[in-house]
Every structure is written in C-alpha cells, then in structure tokens.
C-alpha cells in the first residue's frame, strides 16, 4: 500500500536543545499508528511539524509524495487535520458553529452545506445534542469529541491525535477512545498517546520514541510482548504496571 506520509531525516531544535535528532518514518493509507513514550522525547513536536504548526530544523515531510512546504498552509492543515490535548474550541461558538467555522473559512462552504456537515460529524461523535452548548457548558470527554467532529469536518486524509485524554478525567477518557476506535480504517491517524491498552487494541503500529529517536518501530503485539530495544523494554516495564498483550 502507498505510503501517504514520509518523514525523512526530520529534525527539530529550540535553541540548544535537539528535540527531534533525524526521524524517518514512514505511514501508510489507513494505517492508525500509534506514538508512545516518555515525557520529553519529542513525539508531541514530530506531530506539530508535521503539519508545520512548529517548523523543521532539517529533513523533509512528504503528504501523498508532495513537500509539505510546496503545499499551501491552509490546504495541508485542511488535509493532515490535529486534535490537540486543550480542546482548542472557540470559546463563544457554539458546538455547532465551531464545527462549520473551519469549513467556511478554509474550505469556502456555503452556510448550509456546513452545517449539514457539522451535523452529521456530530452525530457520528455522539455530540448531535450538545449542538448549541458552548464549550463551558459540556465536560472534558464531551469537548475533546467536539474537537474531533470538528476536525472530521474538514474531511481531512490524516488526522493527527495529540495525547487527546491527557486533560481528562479517567472516566471521561473511554468515551473519547471509543470514537477513535470508530475512525480506524476510514482514514489515517497518528496518535500520540499514553494509553498502552488503546495503543495495543487499536493501533496497526507503535512506534517508541526515547530523546528524540524513533527506537522501535512494530506491530503492537510484537512490540508490547517481545520488544527489542532496551530502552523500549524499561519504559514498557515502567509503564505497563500488569497489564498483559
């Protein structure tokens, strides 16, 4: 299958300090790969200049074979959408018109068209009743489901998911989990995430990130029961606290 992100020698620094030290990788149509690994390692920075929202020291990033630098700003981002931690929500926009604000501006669809749209992402989210909430007055779980309806609107090819639970209560988590669960196949994602059990079930890859590295690049059966690098090995005896793959 084509490869629809390439990553090529991708590196990345603030000031002194080298975040991303020449990751290459590659993901290809449909795949859901997962990124997992300590705090510090660069996997939030790989997503963001991926879409360019940080720009790359060096190295080159490839969308369907195209330079991402040759491809307008707002077509990339209208193509490899993001879901970040905070929800990024317009605060005095409803649910509904966050999720239309994008495709009108951006896309240049018709009031009508749009809302159609966001009507129909919303359901899929489960969030069709919370249309006309503003943000302040829906939870964490319920948000962050906003946040993805909002980026299906724009019908994306890649969805990029950073740490989506990390600011949520844990028994608002399995309700966002679940809806990405539901996405798998119908485009491809990368996802950062702390969550092993979700990486292990949903993923096609995982790949350990450690001081800026990719250090293991597998199958999530392989890489959680038979892992090769040492360094993955501590930080999944670390991490996996009895949980069994």
């Given at each position: ?35 997992i ?31 991402v ?46 809302r159609e ?27 962050q489901?906003?946040?993805i ?71 999530p ?8 690098n ?16």
């Open positions: 299958m084509a490869q629809i992100l390439r990553i090529e020698g991708l590196t990345k620094r603030f000031g002194e300090n080298d975040v991303l030290k020449g990751i290459s990788l590659g993901v290809e149509k449909g795949e859901a790969v997962c990124i690994g300590p705090s510090g390692s660069g996997k939030s920075t790989l997503l963001r200049c991926v879409n360019l929202l940080e720009e790359p020291s060096g190295g080159h990033i490839y969308f369907h074979d195209t330079d630098y040759d491809m307008p700003p707002a077509r990339l981002h209208a193509k490899v959408g993001m879901v970040f931690q905070q929800f990024n929500l317009f605060n005095n926009m409803t649910v509904l018109d966050n999720c239309m604000a994008g495709q009108r501006k951006v896309l240049g669809r018709g009031k009508e068209e749009a749209k966001a009507l129909g992402y919303l359901e899929k989210v489960g969030m069709l009743p919370f249309r006309d909430a503003r943000p302040e007055q829906i939870s964490g779980g319920q948000k489901r906003a946040a309806a909002r980026a299906l609107c724009m019908e994306p090819e890649v969805l990029l998911f950073d740490e989506p639970t990390s600011a949520l209560d844990p028994e608002m988590v399995d309700e966002v989990l679940s809806v990405m669960r539901s996405l798998k196949g119908s485009l491809t994602m990368m996802i950062v995430t702390h969550e092993m059990a979700f990486a292990a079930d949903a993923a096609d890859r995982v790949v350990f990130m450690d001081d800026g590295l990719v250090v293991e690049d597998a199958p059966r392989e890489l959680f029961s038979a892992p090769k040492a360094r993955t090995q501590a930080f999944l005896a670390r991490t996996l606290r009895g949980l069994s793959f």
